[in-house]
């Protein structure tokens, strides 16, 4: 079956400008994760959803970061008035089920944001 | 605090020799860790994970909490093995925290 599928796979953004980035989680997982995975670094957390409740949100960087998963399915991950600092792959996973224990997680192929 | 140290940036190894790819973490508590690979144009995807005390495509982890540690090991290193490793913790909150990553680099 389809993996986790994130769009756009690129996103060239100028200073200031808002982005969308997309996240198809595998059909029926109820976890989904988002990263940020900046150049020569793992991923680093940014948030957690379980279901469309989003449990954990302790990892977004700034309140320019937001993210939704309205239905409980589809996921997008907001970032408001992009500086340089947020050129990363932004990376979403998602789990069969609940929190990080015993949930092998699957990785889409990642967006990557470059702000000029 | 959590946290995973990779202290290899880069390992390079002869085909056929062992390799063993160094994991430390700090967590106060019983944590799950994990080893996930991505290989060349590839997704990242998980390896093994200790709770599981498997083996994959060889490798092998063992968790040692007098350490901290969770070292990934292989004892014939095969060129398919190239690839960049990540070593994660998870505890009782929702995140996932990764190392830095090793790029192993399997010679002919």
């Known amino acids: 079956g389809a993996g986790v599928s994130q769009s756009p796979r690129y996103k060239v953004a100028k200073r200031g400008q808002d982005v969308a980035l997309r996240c198809d989680p595998i059909?029926?997982?109820?976890?989904l994760f988002w990263y940020q995975q900046a150049l020569g670094q793992g991923p680093e957390f940014l948030t957690y959803?379980?279901?469309?409740?989003?449990?954990?949100k302790s990892g977004l960087p700034s309140d320019r970061f937001f993210a939704e998963r309205p239905e409980g399915s589809v996921s997008t991950l907001k970032i408001q008035r992009t500086q340089q600092e947020d050129s990363a792959v932004y990376l979403c996973?998602?789990?069969?089920?609940?929190?990080?224990?015993?949930?092998?997680?699957?990785f889409g192929p990642g967006t990557r944001l470059t702000v000029l | 605090a959590q946290r995973v140290t990779q202290p290899e940036k880069l390992l390079s190894v002869f085909k056929g020799a062992p390799v063993e790819l160094k994991c430390n973490y700090s967590?106060?508590?019983?944590?799950?860790l994990f080893w996930y690979v991505q290989y060349s144009r590839q997704r990242l995807q998980l390896l093994l994970r200790?709770?599981s005390r498997e083996s994959i495509k060889g490798f092998t982890a063992d968790l040692n909490k007098g350490e901290t540690s969770f070292h990934l090991k292989k004892p014939f290193a095969q060129e398919e093995d190239s690839a960049m490793y990540y070593c994660?913790?998870?505890?009782?909150?929702?995140?996932?925290?990764f190392g830095a990553g090793t790029r192993l680099f399997v010679k002919a």
């Open positions: 996973a998602s789990s069969l089920g609940r929190g990080t224990a015993y949930n092998e997680q699957f």
């Open positions: 059909s029926g997982h109820v976890s």
């Open positions: 959803f379980q279901n469309e409740a989003q449990l954990d």
């Open positions: 967590y106060s508590g019983s944590p799950e």
């Open positions: 200790h709770i």
């Open positions: 994660a913790l998870s505890g009782l909150s929702f995140k996932t925290i």
